[in-house]
């Protein structure tokens, strides 16, 4: 980690009452002192100043507060400027500290510092990119534990007992029986499965985790004229798709982003799904229709006035739109709905919430897996599984493969990394983090 001394805006770009500017590096209170005109300054303590330039001209009135190593964000020395948010504003305090010797930041390198200075781990920091990427309050509490800890301290558990596994495994090949627990060969199997099996469970609910992170994503499909897109405006309360009484109007996937019950939701209006077309305009919209089926967590089939009689998915929702020209209701198992009226709207909203929770349940304690950790926890769970297959007293073998798994875990956390994983941990974060 070099020394250099850097900044960053911390807040968000563009016109804003305030901006936070941050700065990094090893014994700032030389500078602290010289901007807010005083010696020895209190830590912690926010100082209201006139900030001023290398020609002593008044650059802005700011409130100045320092934070000394290792009682910080990064665990160096940090200062933060609020200053007033004019683009101009920031630009100039942005050429001042260049002028003293600091330089822009990059992205992560903050946090990169907090990592090399214990202040920490790799799993903390996939927690405060998730937190920062967060738009919905299940997304931000999901994020929040993650980034105070929680994940690292289940990943320190199994990481633990890892290392004591293979340790006893080691020593049963070095000692005799009576100088080791009773049955340990038993309780290292034991605690091998149970391992396999808390792992398993985590990667298990790696897609329900995604979709908290990312969104889950809902796709309206169905026959062309059966009334998607007005059923799209309806759920979202706006017009953004085409509406038309012609057969095929949506040819590409249209997309939009809502909040349901503080879970993030990617609603798509597909293209309409008929067996034969010799448009082929409207066959890459069919493709691109039965490409987003496949992705979506949730598929919401709609028809105009009775359902189809083949199996539903257990991802599905059934929906007979345009009830109001229906007089008799006969279709089991399906939702109706008037996309015109409203009616049946919250019905269907219900249940769509519904099934969020369900696939949801016991998330709020449920591990931030991001892909680099999904492959991690993997090759973890990969290598318990074949110390669990080994028979007999093989003991060395099974040491070996804990231990690999204990690396695995390791490399989540940063306690052993390499410096590919390192760069792709940081780059997801923006400046000034």
Same mark, same amino acid.
């Given at each position: ?9 911390? &807040?968000? !770009? ?27 300054? @209190? +830590?912690? !303590? ?18 100045? @507060?320092?934070?000394?190593?290792? =009682? ?11 200053? !007033? $948010?004019? +683009? ?17 930041? @990059? +992205? ?15 799993? #903390? ?27 690292? /301290? ?14 006893? &495994? ?18 290292? %199997?034991?605690?091998? %499965? ?20 990312? $969104? ?21 309360? *706006? ?5 038309? #009484?012609? +057969? ?40 691109? @229709?039965?490409?987003?089926? /496949? ?12 359902? &189809?009689?083949?199996?539903?998915? #257990? ?8 009830? #109001? ?6 279709? %089991? ?23 969020? !929770? ?42 070996? =493969? ?11 956390? $940063? ?11 940081? *780059?997801?974060?923006?400046? $000034?983090?």
């Amino acid at each position: 980690m070099n020394n250099d001394t850097i900044f960053a805006l911390s &807040s968000g !770009h563009g016109k804003s009452g305030v901006a936070v500017i941050r700065i990094s590096g090893d014994n700032l209170s030389d500078f602290m002192e010289r901007i807010i005109g005083k010696f020895g300054p @209190t +830590p912690r !303590h926010a100082y209201f100043v006139n900030l001023r330039d290398n020609a002593d001209e008044i650059i802005d009135q700011c409130i100045v @507060t320092y934070f000394t190593a290792p =009682h910080s964000f990064t665990g160096t020395d940090v200062i933060e400027i609020a200053s !007033h $948010g004019a +683009p101009a504003v920031i630009e100039k305090i942005f050429q001042f500290l260049s002028e003293n010797n600091m330089r822009m930041a @990059t +992205p992560g390198e903050f946090s990169r510092r907090a990592f090399y200075n214990n202040k920490m781990d790799l799993a #903390d920091i996939d927690g405060l990119a998730a937190l920062l990427d967060a738009q919905t309050d299940v997304q931000r509490k999901s994020a929040l534990a993650s980034m105070m800890g929680r994940d690292s /301290k289940i990943y320190d558990a199994w990481r633990s007992q890892m290392i004591e596994i293979a340790a006893y &495994s080691a020593a049963i090949l070095d000692y005799d029986a009576d100088d080791l627990p009773e049955n340990i060969g038993k309780t290292v %199997k034991t605690k091998i %499965k149970k391992l396999y099996g808390e792992i398993d469970n985590a990667l298990s609910r790696y897609a329900a985790v995604r979709a908290v992170r990312g $969104g889950f994503n809902i796709a309206l499909c169905g026959e062309p004229n059966v009334g998607k897109s007005s059923l799209f405006n309806a759920i979202l309360g *706006s017009n953004r798709a085409i509406v038309s #009484d012609i +057969p095929g109007t949506t040819r590409d996937v249209v997309s939009s982003t809502l909040d349901i019950d503080g879970y993030m939701v990617n609603l798509s209006d597909t293209a309409g799904l008929r067996k034969k077309t010799s448009d082929k305009i409207e066959k890459i919209g069919i493709e691109r @229709t039965n490409a987003e089926i /496949k992705n979506a967590d949730m598929v919401i089939r709609v028809y105009a006035e009775k359902a &189809s009689t083949a199996k539903v998915a #257990d991802n599905e929702i059934v929906v007979i739109n345009k009830s #109001d020209l229906i007089k008799t209701k006969k279709s %089991k198992n399906a939702i109706y709905v008037s996309a015109k009226t409203g009616d049946g709207m919250n019905d269907l909203l219900k249940i769509i919430r519904k099934r969020l !929770h369900k696939l949801t349940d016991g998330m709020e304690n449920a591990l931030v897996i991001n892909v680099r950790t999904k492959t991690l926890l993997e090759n973890a769970r990969d290598e318990l599984k074949k110390a669990t297959a080994i028979r007999g007293e093989n003991f060395d073998l099974i040491s070996e =493969h804990v231990r690999a798994a204990a690396d695995a875990i390791g490399k989540i956390l $940063g306690t052993i990394t390499a410096s590919e994983v390192m760069d792709a941990t940081f *780059s997801q974060l923006c400046l $000034g983090k």
